[in-house]
Nanobody, 121 residues
Framework: QVQLVESGGGLVQAGGSLRLSCTAS????????MAWVRQAPGKERERVAS????????YYADNVKGRFTISRDNAKNTVYLQMNSLKPEDTALYYCATERTVAGSAVWDYWGQGTQVTVSS
């Protein structure tokens, strides 16, 4: 079992930056792929970014490429999401989750409680 705790959300003006952190409990953090997933009111859940266990392989949704950067520090059991050039449409509840692939699709097993990101125009 993995417990995940996110932090770093808040209110920011368009064009600003935030860094989200997600710290995991347990000794097996470095064996998990990790992801950031967001959900805005009335919208479907969206996979924003993910990173493999070593940190060398990453994935980004097209609408955040070039603006967001996912990284991890296995010594600290922490995954980060650096968000730059934020837009109002980035407003959502952001979750970190453990990720695995099943039949070519991402599956998230363990979730944090979420951290709210609000971008004002």
């Amino acid at each position: 079992q993995v417990q995940l705790v996110e932090s770093g959300g808040g209110l920011v003006q368009a064009g600003g930056s935030l860094r989200l952190s997600c710290t995991a409990s347990g000794r097996t953090f470095n064996t998990y792929y990790m992801a950031w997933v967001r959900q805005a009111p009335g919208k479907e859940r969206e996979r924003v970014a993910s990173i493999n266990w070593s940190g060398y392989t990453t994935y980004y949704a097209d609408n955040v490429k070039g603006r967001f950067t996912i990284s991890r520090d296995n010594a600290k059991n922490t995954v980060y999401l650096q968000m730059n050039s934020l837009k109002p449409e980035d407003t959502a509840l952001y979750y970190c989750a453990t990720e695995r692939t099943v039949a070519g699709s991402a599956v998230w097993d363990y979730w944090g409680q979420g951290t709210q990101v609000t971008v004002s125009s």
